[in-house]
């Protein structure tokens, strides 16, 4: 296990504060800190230009007033886009943030990280290159390390080899036959599971194991409970106040 030693935090912002705020914006990031968030949750993938930006989605449809594959995109193009007016006139302007210029913004605000690395399909290594060095590069020292996470095992792979240095956390539903094996390999410090498909049992396995587990994505105030109660130690949170108020 990798052997770093992290204090995660009850309650981790989902894509800034999706139940606020658009998700993965500037503005959602905003968010989630005036809500008392101290650690957000982003997804990172690559434009076509090699530029990693916040985005969840394959494509922009659903999120901006735009349309088409992220792969397909430039820089240029992704900056046209409105990526908060979808969500609520309130938030109109807001655009989809380069991971460079979120790094300033968390500086500024003092939160922690989970970078979740979000390639889009076939560039699954180049993404996890290509993020990895960019915030190897760029952190700030006065910030707390990051955490890397990934559904992908070929980016945090690619990331473990660019920034070993940086921890990392397998995202999964839940864990498959073998996980040990891999999760050694990858040398992470956490294991990411969809909270849904937890139970007592597997969350002392992962517990036993010498992994951090994190549930996702948990809005409901007693499920959180019940979860800390199997040793969950922090929750992704659409609301994260709704965690806080415990
Ligand atoms: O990192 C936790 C969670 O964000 C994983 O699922 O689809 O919301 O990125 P998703
Ligand atoms: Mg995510």
Same mark, same amino acid.
Do not use: M, Q
């Given at each position: 296990m990798n052997e770093m030693s992290i204090r995660f935090p009850r309650v981790i912002g989902h894509r800034g504060a999706v139940g606020h705020a658009p998700e993965n914006t500037l503005g959602g990031i905003r968010k989630a800190a005036e809500l008392g968030a101290?650690?957000?949750?982003?997804?990172v993938a690559l434009t076509k230009d090699d530029?990693?930006?916040?985005?969840?989605?394959?494509?922009?449809?659903?999120?901006?007033?735009?349309?088409?594959? =992220?792969a397909d995109m430039t820089l240029q193009d992704v900056q046209a886009l409105d990526a908060g007016r979808?969500? $609520?006139?309130?938030?109109?302007?807001?655009?989809?943030?380069?991971?460079?210029?979120?790094?300033?913004?968390l500086d500024t605000l003092g939160l922690g990280v989970n970078v979740e690395i979000k390639p889009t399909p076939g560039r699954e290594s180049e993404t996890g290159r290509i993020v990895a060095k960019q915030v190897a590069d760029e952190w700030p020292n006065s910030m707390r390390a990051p955490v890397f996470s990934s559904f992908q095992v070929e980016a945090l792979v690619a990331a473990q080899q660019a920034a070993p240095a940086i921890p990392r956390g397998w995202l999964m539903r839940r864990p498959g036959k073998g996980w040990q094996d891999q999760a050694?390999? =990858?040398?992470?410090?956490?294991?990411h599971c969809n909270?849904?498909?937890?139970?007592?049992?597997?969350? $002392?396995?992962?517990?036993?194991?010498g992994y951090h587990l994190l549930a996702y994505t948990v809005n409901d105030a007693k499920r959180a409970l019940k979860l800390f109660e199997w040793g969950v130690?922090?929750?992704?949170?659409?609301?994260?106040?709704?965690i806080l108020a415990i």
């Open positions: 101290t650690w957000v949750e982003f997804d530029v990693p930006v916040l985005l969840h989605d394959e494509t922009v449809d659903r999120t901006t007033d735009g349309s088409g594959n =992220l979808w969500f $609520s006139d309130a938030f109109a302007g807001e655009h989809i943030p380069t991971l460079s210029e979120t790094i300033r913004l050694r390999a =990858l040398d992470c410090l956490s294991i909270h849904r498909a937890l139970d007592s049992k597997i969350a $002392s396995e992962i517990r036993n194991a130690e922090s929750v992704f949170s659409d609301y994260p106040e709704r």
